[in-house]
């Protein structure tokens, strides 16, 4: 069967940095009565993939039995990874099958065999509200930003000199988490363009949500449903619920940065950010 555009129905998968606005993003598409988004899979099913975050996963990682040499010890998660693409690759016009993820920015090659048909979103926020977002929400400790962020980032830019003081616990924070979405973005711009994607970004479904979600309409193969902009309205309204709440002012979401921001992590987010 095809979709909107006349292309075999395929299923989509949103790649996010973590506090860039995917839960609300991941909500919004589930608002589309013909539209499926399953949240975080791979990170909240298992810790395997939160220790591996940042792991490059090639192609000739990819093996049809085994998946990954790394998941050889994990014969559960095999089968738990196999039940899940047989699930994804049922996507139809009358169910558009996706999920959301964090953790797959280093092992897109791989995921390009394990799941062919696959799309891409790509969502994009400002990188000073993602920082601003990750230390309010105390989530650098919980994914290990620290251990696994500044090796990788090393490697990629081996010539980053930082100019703060790394006793300042604040400022070097900023810094770790600016180095996280400078790695994944680095990530993204080298495997992307094997899958069909696109890039959307988070301010313009806030400022502009018709046109966007006319656009990742077009994308996903189905017709725009008036319920996703009522949804938009609805949790622009205000900003409340905890952590994960996708209830955020427009406002907040764009501009909270400021006050939660100090002039010298700032500067550190800029310094990574023009490095990379």
Known sequence: MSTRTGRPCAPYFVMAHHRSGSNFLNDLLQAHPLVECINEPL???TDFFRHCDLDRWTRDDFDPERLHPSLAPHPLLRAY????RTYLLQSS???VTGFKETVLFGKLDWLKLFLPPLKVLLLKRDPRAV???VLRSNLLSFWNYAHL??????SLHPGYASRHDPADPDVRAAEIVAMSVAVRDDMARRSIGQF???AVDLTDLMDDPARALDAIAEFLGVEPDPRQLAFVA???AETRGGTFSSFRSRDDVEHSWRRHLGADQVCAVRDVLQCA
Not at 81 to 84: C, E, H, N, V
């Open 43 to 45: 990170s909240m099913h």
């Open 81 to 84: 990874l196999q039940d899940f």
């Open 93 to 95: 016009p009358q169910r």
């Open 131 to 133: 920082v601003a977002s």
């Open 149 to 154: 962020v500044p090796p990788v980032f090393k």
């Open 196 to 198: 069909e994607h696109m």
């Open 234 to 236: 609805r949790r622009q």
